[in-house]
């Protein structure tokens, strides 16, 4: 017999990848959990007794709710999607397992989370669960409205869009170390010139602020000025992995002030996602592992 205690026992088993699979399609926790929330209520006001291949209902469900709060996120004009930072993931750069960094920096990368915050939701969710979680076409098909070759395509556009914007090729992380040290020595010390020699010529930095101070800025020269008006801040930084890749976490008072992504190719920065939205840093830990999707 199905029962509520039934579904309830299924539904815990499959909460972390249904946790996985929303923070990829969303790059935020609070909208993730509100996804499998809302899930869960479906799932226990449903008999299911029909149910053969319970994981993919699961997914399906999960998958709809994500995609509905996508829709209703791109049709908020007012929200500055181009400078949007989505929810990090933060853990010690020094305990934080490498096997572990290099899986979580393929698959859900600050950099690669902002590159999918460009495409459309059917794009996104197509991406994310075939490329992600190897969900097949015929199953993604019903859930955007498409035939399963067109579902094929909408991946097809997404995956292109992130090769054509994220590094290619296994990452150097001592290299990366080093960058990261090099940078925050050239901050602390005021060193512009040493700031813009570490950045790549076409090298972007976003900021999300939570508000109207949010920004887009390009150029070495342009974000080294940035850079180095914190310096008087009376911050202290210390070097943090950001979604498996190299990140700095800066704090006043012991609490979280500001979140540094540092994407790095062939030995230059090439882009830094910053957020510094107190809202969001409210309930971030320097280990992060609470909130961290599996």
Known sequence: MRDEEFWAARFEEHRPRLRAMAYRMLGSFTEADDAVQETWLRISRASGDDVDNIGGWFTTIVSRQCLNILRARANRREEPLDARVPDPVVESGDTADPAEQAVLAHSVGLALL???????????????????????????????????????????????????????????????????????????????????????????????????????????????????????????ARFVMVNGDPGILATSNGRPTAVLAFTISDGWIVEIDILTDPRRLTNLTAQGRDRKPT
């Open 114 to 236: 902002v590159v999918l915050d460009t495409l459309e939701p059917a794009e996104r969710l197509a991406f994310v669960l075939h490329d992600m979680f190897a969900v097949p076409f015929e199953e993604i098909a019903p859930m955007v409205d498409r035939t399963p070759a067109a579902a094929r395509k909408l991946a097809s556009r997404a995956r292109q869009r992130v090769q054509r914007s994220n590094p290619t090729g296994q990452p150097d992380r001592a290299r990366q170390r080093e960058i990261i040290d090099a940078w925050l020595t050239a901050a602390r010390g005021g060193d512009f010139a040493g700031l813009v020699t570490l950045l790549h010529p076409d090298a972007l930095l976003r900021v999300d602020t939570g508000g109207a101070g949010s920004k887009l800025v390009r150029g070495p020269a342009e974000i080294a000025e940035q850079a180095t008006m914190y310096r008087a801040a009376g911050l202290h």
